[in-house]
């Protein structure tokens, strides 16, 4: 079983729609889970971090994070052509830092 | 500017070579990452030294050595490089949370070493 797991993309969506990214993961003693944004070609760059069950809000983005179902997902809301990345979702395991990435999620926005 | 630096951006070389990557972060964290993402873009971690002390040695070949001399570098260096060594390099750093956590261990990211062995 991988640790993180992400659906297959890539995920298609009209400018202005909504763009939902899941992710899974096995370690139910996971305590903190990030989404990471990477442009083709560039460093993968913070979006957001979640560590409590329920919704976190940041301007267009929420993460969604149920630790019952060992699930996090991200919306991107009014999706934008500069939301055309890979979104990685990571997962701290461990007591030592130690973050395991799923394989990302490739987003292209339609204008 | 604050930021977590790498050298060089782009490293060509032949098999068998040796070289070396550089990592700088003044960023003022503890905690210091090596990452490797190879053609199918997934990203794994390789090392991680928190003040200067190796915590986190995953299943890579013994021809890749990290060093760290203070809490604001680590450099990797990479012996009889092969050709599947080819892949984009990341450094990254982090404040270290233990089991705790709620954000402040979040890993920042270096710009990539892009390496192809020839």
């Known amino acids: 079983q991988k640790e993180v797991e992400q659906n297959s993309g890539p995920l298609s969506v009209p400018e202005g729609a909504i763009a939902s990214l899941n992710c899974t993961y096995s370690d139910r003693g996971s305590q903190s889970f990030f989404w990471y944004r990477q442009y083709s070609g560039k460093s993968p760059e913070l979006i957001m971090f979640?560590?409590?069950?329920g919704d976190k809000e940041d301007g267009r983005f929420t993460a969604q994070l149920n630790k019952a179902s060992q699930y996090v997902s991200l919306l991107i809301r009014d999706s934008q052509p500069s939301d055309s990345a890979t979104y990685l979702c990571a997962v701290r395991i461990g007591g030592n830092n130690r973050l395991a990435f799923g394989k990302g999620n490739q987003v292209v926005v339609i204008p | 500017d604050t930021a977590v630096s790498q050298t060089p951006k782009y490293l060509v070389t032949q098999m068998g070579n040796d070289k070396s990557i550089k990592c700088e972060q003044n960023?003022?964290?503890?905690?210091m990452y090596w990452y490797k993402q190879d053609s199918k873009k997934f990203l794994k971690i390789m090392f991680s030294y928190n003040n200067k002390e190796l915590i986190i040695n995953e299943t890579v070949p013994n021809r890749f050595s990290p060093k760290s001399p203070d809490k604001a570098h680590l450099n990797l260096h990479i012996n009889s490089l092969e050709l599947g060594d080819s892949a984009v390099y990341f450094c990254?750093?982090?404040?270290?949370?233990?089991?705790?956590?709620?954000?402040?261990?979040?890993?920042?990211f270096g710009p990539g070493t892009r390496l192809l062995v020839l």
């Open positions: 990254a750093s982090s404040h270290f949370a233990g089991t705790s956590g709620m954000g402040q261990e979040t890993q920042y």
């Open positions: 960023l003022g964290h503890d905690t």
């Open positions: 979640i560590y409590s069950n």
